[in-house]
């Protein structure tokens, strides 16, 4: 029930140079999602979100730990050369939820991989039983997505991280 292909942030490096006696570089570390990921994830969100609404279901909003969640956990697998719903070491994706702050009450995970525009993702989630299941269910309140492009297996590929979840402080609210 995990499918979502995964976005990679970049990482940006830049100098501020504060002046006291002299110029001082500082470095400070800027993580920033590439235009066409950023644009890529908020077209899943809304496909999604259409998909959702033709079932008579809420729409989900896009969580930013929920998108650190997901792009972590794509990075991940990238970096390792895994594409599964477990970790090499044998962690569920909800190891990437805690370590996020994500408190979850309810949770799923979508995977894809070498996917380039949302709408072909969407309708393979779609017409997979598992990963419709997740997009439609009613429980969940949150999203986040992650994607990583690289080198897998010898191939450039992209893979999609879809994370669902209702955090637990959610209830407390109603």
Sequence with gaps: MYSRTLSSFSTFLFALAFFTAGPIPVLAQVQTRPPLDTALASQIITLTNTDRASQ????????????????????????????SHTSPEGQAPWKWFIQNGY?????????AMD?????????????SPTHRANIINAKYKDMGIGIARGI???????IIVEFFGTQQSSLARR
């Design 56 to 83: 008579h279901i809420g729409a989900v909003k896009d969580n930013a730990l929920l998108d650190q969640a997901a792009q972590k956990r794509a990075d991940d697998m990238l970096a390792r050369q895994y594409f």
């Design 103 to 111: 408190t979850y009450l309810y949770a799923a995970e979508n995977l």
């Design 115 to 127: 996917f380039s525009d949302a709408a072909s993702v969407e309708m393979a989630w779609m017409n």
């Design 152 to 158: 897998y297996q010898g191939k450039q590929t992209t």
